[in-house]
T-cell receptor, first 115, second 112 residues
Framework: DGGITQSPKYLFRKEGQNVTLSCEQNLNHDAMYWYRQDPGQGLRLIYY???????QKGDIAEGYSVSREKKESFPLTVTSAQKNPTAFYLC??????????????FGDGTRLSIL | GEDVEQSLFLSVREGDSSVINCTYTDSSSTYLYWYKQEPGAGLQLLTY?????DMKQDQRLTVLLNKKDKHLSLRIADTQTGDSAIYFCAETPRDSSYKLIFGSGTRLLVRP
């Protein structure tokens, strides 16, 4: 089945540590996204990538980094510079076609907590 | 700027209809979406409407769009306990078709 796989489902970070969240899709989508979700709030865009080897900052990129070396993969690193990393992280993808409706499809998320 | 607002909470009795409301500020929005999020899970696309439509029906779901008032609603007929979840409204701005702007979500509780 085609879909988006995020791993791990739960992740714990120690003080001063970088951690990497995985996102893989087999939908042949060009665009991929990372969102952060805090309780009682909507989704906030961290980074997005519309094509391989290219990505742009979203609304809350500070303390995060990404890479897009392969079409199907868009890992997110939460660096030690992100002082409040506890949140639910969601990865999404969509086709790159510009005409018509192209909704974003979501993975099941990774919950990150500080130890 | 772009902003999407939703009420935070709705409680209905099983079998009743639920109506979840959303207002948005960007009059140039092209598509508007409803997503459902169950506890600990990602977002599931429920339905969407193009900005030149007023209504869309999909089984128990009815979406109404009032472009003049920038108001979007999702009606769920014969609401079931499995419909309990958080519902997000989202819009795609015309000048930023790669983006989705999300509301803060409405938590729907269905009472037996």
């Amino acid at each position: 089945d085609g879909g988006i796989t995020q791993s791990p489902k739960y992740l714990f970070r120690k003080e001063g540590q970088n951690v990497t969240l995985s996102c893989e899709q087999n939908l042949n989508h060009d665009a991929m996204y990372w969102y952060r979700q805090d309780p009682g709030q909507g989704l906030r865009l961290i980074y997005y990538s519309q094509i391989v080897n290219d990505f742009q900052k979203g609304d809350i990129a500070e303390g995060y980094s990404v890479s897009r070396e392969k079409k199907e993969s868009f890992p997110l690193t939460v660096t030690s510079a992100q002082k409040n990393p506890t949140a639910f992280y969601l990865c999404a993808s969509r086709t790159g076609r510009m005409a018509g409706n192209q909704p974003q499809h979501f993975g099941d998320g990774t919950r990150l907590s500080i130890l | 700027g772009e902003d999407v607002e939703q009420s935070l909470f709705l409680s209905v009795r099983e079998g009743d209809s639920s109506v979840i409301n959303c207002t948005y500020t960007d009059s140039s929005s092209t598509y508007l979406y409803w997503y459902k999020q169950e506890p600990g899970a990602g977002l599931q696309l429920l339905t969407y409407i193009f900005s030149n439509m007023d209504m869309k029906q999909d089984q128990r779901l009815t979406v109404l769009l009032n472009k003049k008032d920038k108001h979007l609603s999702l009606r769920i007929a014969d609401t079931q306990t499995g419909d309990s979840a958080i519902y997000f409204c989202a819009e795609t701005p015309r000048d930023s078709s790669y983006k989705l702007i999300f509301g803060s979500g409405t938590r729907l509780l269905v009472r037996p």
